[in-house]
């Protein structure tokens, strides 16, 4: 019986959640990386000193996905998926910001509503 409301819970962890897109845009766009967005070969990350509390001491980052890997090999095989390669490809498009987001909504947007108060 009810099998599944095991299916809906797992579907609502957290745990191995990832950035969402205009995060990871965000920080390259912090980082100075924007070549890296549409360049797969460009995208090194900066050299950064080793952090034990990271897989691989924090050498081996996809600044696409913002993931850490224990080895160059677990990154080239990274870099070859399609997850990998999906991820690039939405990151390539521009997030959308809080202003088309509200006029999409219809706030902050006219309508025409100034010419009908005039009138009265």
Same mark, same amino acid.
């Given at each position: $019986?009810?099998?599944?409301?095991?299916?809906?819970?797992?579907?609502?962890? *957290?745990?191995?959640? *990832?950035?969402?897109?205009?995060?990871?845009?965000?920080?390259?766009?912090?980082?100075?990386?924007?070549?890296?967005?549409?360049?797969? &070969?460009?995208?090194?990350?900066? &050299?950064?000193?080793?952090?034990?509390?990271?897989?691989? $001491?924090?050498?081996?980052?996809?600044?696409?996905? #913002?993931?850490?890997?224990?080895?160059?090999?677990?990154?080239?095989?990274?870099?070859?998926?399609?997850?990998?390669?999906?991820?690039?490809?939405?990151?390539?498009?521009?997030?959308?910001?809080?202003?088309?987001?509200?006029?999409?909504?219809?706030?902050? *947007?006219?309508?025409?509503?100034?010419? #009908?108060?005039? #009138?009265?």
């Amino acid at each position: $019986m009810h099998h599944g409301i095991r299916d809906v819970k797992r579907g609502t962890r *957290t745990k191995r959640r *990832t950035k969402d897109l205009d995060q990871i845009h965000e920080s390259i766009v912090k980082t100075g990386l924007i070549p890296a967005i549409n360049d797969i &070969a460009a995208a090194q990350s900066p &050299a950064i000193d080793p952090d034990e509390t990271l897989p691989g $001491m924090g050498q081996f980052h996809c600044i696409h996905c #913002d993931r850490h890997f224990i080895s160059e090999d677990a990154k080239t095989r990274h870099l070859a998926s399609k997850v990998h390669r999906k991820r690039v490809k939405l990151l390539r498009e521009e997030p959308y910001s809080q202003k088309e987001a509200e006029g999409a909504v219809g706030l902050g *947007t006219d309508k025409g509503l100034s010419q #009908d108060m005039s #009138d009265i």
